[in-house]
């Protein structure tokens, strides 16, 4: 049975370690945050963003927060150990970044993937057996427009974290503590599929007909809806059943301009997370007999582009 619950809890009371490994839109604000909320966070990337970083610190646009520039610390690779890692690279460069954070590097830390898609949790765990890595998602619209810049254009930011372990219930404390409202489930596959069955259509039929959500709701409403249903097919055929009606709300509720962050990699000619969100999404389809003819259509058309 699945229990999801507010974990505010009472201050941490100590000062955290953090390293961030990839503090673009999406590590960039948590980065941010927990900088000014007091944490020691040092921003793990390639030498040109670490040169930024250390002259201009990182720059937070926020609807949410507001303004505000932390002045975190930046290298190449942690030089010490650290208590928490965040993977917040893209799926893309997920190989090629975690080259920068060797498993010696992290000392007793808990790891935390940020990222999209459902199938880097055990790609980590064989990576750092033995280590506690944690399922994670995050909810937020958030691009890092230069670097050392991020824009914050959503109205929230929420972080899921799965499992029953012990060690998440101070982690889910500092987060929310440093503005990032932090939830737990002790169903992990929940957890996982509950971001692809929103993020998938999203990002698919936004990136497919280079439309904001507001156009895709409207002009390719059929479309969705059929995508919607097939992802959450997907999803419950998995172990984490999802209600298409939900998320189509939360499609309509969004504001109308918002873009996914594929549309912004394919706008900036950037490589798309087509198979970390649209492939995961094929390939759990057909292990478990699934069909999603309206998933594939988008995929084939995408990857061929």
Same mark, same amino acid.
């Given at each position: 049975?699945?229990? $999801?619950?507010p974990?505010?809890?009472?201050?941490?009371?100590?000062?955290?370690?953090?390293?961030?490994?990839?503090?673009? =839109?999406?590590?960039?604000?948590?980065?941010?945050?927990?900088?000014?909320?007091?944490?020691?966070?040092?921003?793990?990337?390639?030498?040109?963003?670490?040169?930024?970083?250390?002259?201009?610190?990182?720059?937070?646009?926020?609807?949410? @927060?507001?303004? @505000?520039?932390?002045?975190v610390?930046?290298?190449?690779?942690?030089?010490?150990?650290?208590?928490l890692?965040?993977?917040?690279?893209?799926?893309?460069?997920?190989?090629?970044?975690?080259?920068?954070?060797?498993?010696?590097?992290?000392?007793?830390?808990?790891?935390?993937?940020?990222?999209?898609?459902?199938?880097?949790?055990?790609?980590?765990?064989?990576?750092?057996?033995?280590?506690?890595?944690?399922? =994670?998602?995050?909810?937020?619209?958030? $691009?890092?427009t230069?670097?050392?810049?991020?824009?914050?254009?959503?109205? @929230?930011?929420?972080?899921?974290?799965?499992?029953?372990?012990?060690?998440?219930a101070?982690?889910?404390?500092?987060?929310?503590?440093?503005?990032?409202? $932090?939830?737990?489930?002790?169903?992990?596959?929940?957890?996982?599929?509950?971001k692809?069955?929103?993020?998938?259509? @999203?990002?698919?039929? $936004?990136t497919? !007909?280079?439309?904001?959500?507001?156009?895709?709701?409207?002009?390719?409403?059929?479309?969705?809806?059929?995508?919607?249903?097939?992802?959450?097919?997907?999803?419950?055929?998995?172990?984490?059943?999802?209600?298409?009606?939900?998320?189509?709300?939360? !499609?309509?509720?969004?504001?109308?301009?918002?873009?996914?962050?594929?549309?912004?990699?394919?706008?900036?000619?950037?490589?798309?997370?087509?198979?970390?969100?649209?492939?995961?999404?094929?390939?759990?389809?057909?292990?478990?007999?699934?069909?999603?003819?309206?998933?594939?259509?988008?995929?084939?058309?995408?990857?061929?582009?």
């Amino acid at each position: 049975m699945s229990t $999801t619950s507010p974990l505010a809890g009472a201050p941490s009371g100590r000062r955290w370690n953090i390293a961030v490994l990839g503090p673009g =839109g999406v590590g960039g604000l948590p980065a941010g945050l927990l900088s000014r909320a007091g944490h020691r966070v040092v921003c793990v990337a390639g030498q040109d963003t670490v040169r930024t970083l250390r002259r201009d610190g990182l720059r937070v646009r926020s609807r949410q @927060f507001g303004d @505000f520039t932390a002045h975190v610390e930046a290298d190449t690779e942690p030089r010490e150990p650290v208590d928490l890692c965040l993977v917040t690279v893209k799926h893309t460069a997920l190989d090629a970044a975690l080259e920068r954070v060797p498993d010696r590097a992290l000392g007793d830390a808990l790891v935390l993937p940020l990222l999209n898609g459902v199938e880097h949790l055990s790609v980590l765990r064989r990576r750092h057996s033995g280590r506690d890595v944690v399922a =994670g998602t995050i909810r937020v619209a958030s $691009t890092r427009t230069a670097p050392g810049v991020v824009e914050h254009g959503s109205p @929230f930011t929420e972080i899921t974290l799965g499992g029953d372990g012990e060690r998440p219930a101070p982690l889910a404390s500092t987060l929310t503590e440093a503005g990032v409202r $932090t939830t737990a489930s002790d169903d992990e596959t929940a957890v996982l599929w509950s971001k692809p069955a929103f993020l998938a259509p @999203f990002a698919l039929l $936004t990136t497919r !007909y280079g439309l904001t959500v507001g156009g895709i709701r409207t002009e390719r409403r059929e479309e969705l809806t059929a995508l919607v249903e097939e992802t959450a097919a997907v999803s419950g055929a998995c172990g984490a059943p999802a209600d298409p009606a939900r998320t189509l709300e939360m !499609y309509d509720a969004s504001p109308a301009d918002n873009k996914s962050s594929m549309q912004h990699d394919a706008e900036a000619g950037r490589p798309l997370e087509l198979d970390a969100i649209g492939g995961a999404v094929l390939r759990a389809a057909e292990r478990h007999g699934v069909p999603v003819p309206v998933t594939a259509r988008p995929m084939g058309e995408l990857t061929a582009g």
